[in-house]
């Protein structure tokens, strides 16, 4: 491998990942240029629940992935300005059904076997610990999972893309980053075509381009399918409804809370960050729908949290998870196109910090790191279709 300050590394896309690889790779010391259709952190990562957790992830190795992604914030956050972007506010999960109990009593006994930080809590340490809560009914149940939080990612990603600029790197966003062509060039390079300016010459292609990777992989010409839930046909499960709603009253929830009806955490600007697991929408729900949902996701935040009286819905958005068919991340080199390193994961604002960490370690190293063993391309070249693993709101 030629000097880690010699190698031309081109990051596409600018969301939570590949603004996370950009900076890893930057400090480092690569060539990087970082390649962005539009400004960055504006598709998926912008509208993320951005909830840190690995609350129902499986199988173990996932779980154990997505922890190592909660601690990585938190190892990042107090060098890193974490007061404007990073929120460790631990989460609450009621549930007020026969069944939801149990499931929920034991995924805090399985969790809490796994070293995972969650507990059961009465009513009244509920009451403390987020003193806007209303219950519902007697006999709920709450689990208190501490370790848990949130990051607002619109300061997250412009102070990782301008601290990879600090480091050396070329952002580019809009015409110029936008990336319609990857060519085999000498040596196993790729020449990097974008909508408006030569061509890019690189060593290292890493496709951060969340739910438009596989797109990157056809250019590649790679034989490797990259599946992901189809998220453009009616009814399909990738898309999810956000709503933000105001203004949230200082008496307002200060923590991650989730009801089987509503999942809600505070957002900047005053807002609620609002979904459902019910909400169903898809890329082609008439706006009026929209509306009504959005009114009932706001109802529901009232019936839950104090501090909402005079909220109205401020904005709502359909956005598209990039979920693996199999719910596990994908990341690695393309088989038939080994310049073209992908990374594409659901739970991705999670896993950013601790994936690009791997991901540099493995471009700066030449070493694999065994953590990454279960998610390479190359499991789909032998079983291009599996089933989902994952429930879409976890
Ligand atoms: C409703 C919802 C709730 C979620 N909740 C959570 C949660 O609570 N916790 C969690 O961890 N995760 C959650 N996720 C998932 C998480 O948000 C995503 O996994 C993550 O944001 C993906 O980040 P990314 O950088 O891979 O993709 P994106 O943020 O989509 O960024 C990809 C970027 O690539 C750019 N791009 C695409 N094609 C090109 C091209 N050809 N040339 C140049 N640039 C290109 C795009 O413009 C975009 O900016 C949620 C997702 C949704 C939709």
Not at 84 to 105: C, I, K, N, Q, S
Not at 277 to 296: G, S, Y
Not at 312 to 324: A, I, N
Not at 368 to 389: E, K, Q, V
């Amino acid at each position: 491998m030629a000097s880690v300050r010699s190698r031309r590394c081109v990051v596409i896309g600018a969301g939570v990942l590949g603004a996370s690889v950009a900076d890893r790779l930057a400090s480092a010391g690569l060539q990087v240029t970082l390649l962005e259709q539009d400004q960055p952190g504006r598709a998926t990562s912008r509208w993320s629940f951005a909830w840190l957790n690995s609350n129902d992830k499986a199988p173990r190795p996932y779980h154990d992935l997505n922890h190592a992604g909660i601690l990585a914030w938190a190892e990042l956050a107090p060098d890193f300005d974490g007061a404007a972007w990073y929120r460790p506010v631990g989460h609450l999960e009621l549930a007020t059904t026969d069944a939801g109990r149990t499931e929920l009593e034991a995924r805090a006994r399985r969790l809490t076997d796994w070293g995972y930080p969650a507990r059961l809590v009465s009513q009244a340490e509920a009451s403390e610990l987020e003193p806007a809560l209303r219950f519902p009914e007697s006999g709920t149940t709450v689990a208190w999972f501490p370790g848990e939080g949130y990051v607002l990612t619109e300061p997250l990603i412009a102070r990782l893309v301008a601290r990879a600029a600090s480091n050396g790197a070329d952002v580019r966003t809009g015409d110029p980053g936008r990336v319609i062509g990857l060519d085999p060039g000498p040596a196993e390079t790729l020449r990097v075509r974008t909508a408006a300016d030569p061509v890019l010459e690189a060593d290292e292609v890493v496709g951060c381009a969340g739910r438009w990777v596989p797109e990157l992989a056809e250019m590649a010409g790679s034989p490797c399918p990259v599946p992901l839930v189809d998220w453009e046909k009616p009814g399909a499960a990738a898309p999810g409804l956000v709503v933000r709603a105001g203004p949230l009253a200082s008496a307002g929830p200060v923590r991650l809370v989730h009801t089987s009806e509503v999942s809600l955490r505070p957002h900047a600007g005053g807002l609620l960050h609002l979904e459902a697991p019910d909400a169903a929408v898809d890329l082609h729900t008439p706006e009026p729908d929209l509306r009504r949902w959005a009114a009932t996701l706001l109802r529901r935040a009232q019936q839950t949290v104090r501090g909402l009286i005079d909220a109205r819905v401020e904005e709502f958005q359909v956005c598209v998870r990039p979920m693996p068919a199999d719910g596990q991340s994908i990341v690695g080199r393309l088989p038939g196109a080994p310049s073209l390193y992908i990374a594409v994961t659901h739970s991705g604002v999670t896993l950013a910090a601790h994936l690009s960490r791997l991901i540099a370690t493995e471009l700066t190293t030449g070493t694999p790191p065994a953590d990454l063993a279960p998610y390479r391309p190359d499991r789909f070249l032998t079983n291009p279709s599996p089933p989902a693993s994952l429930p879409p709101s976890r």
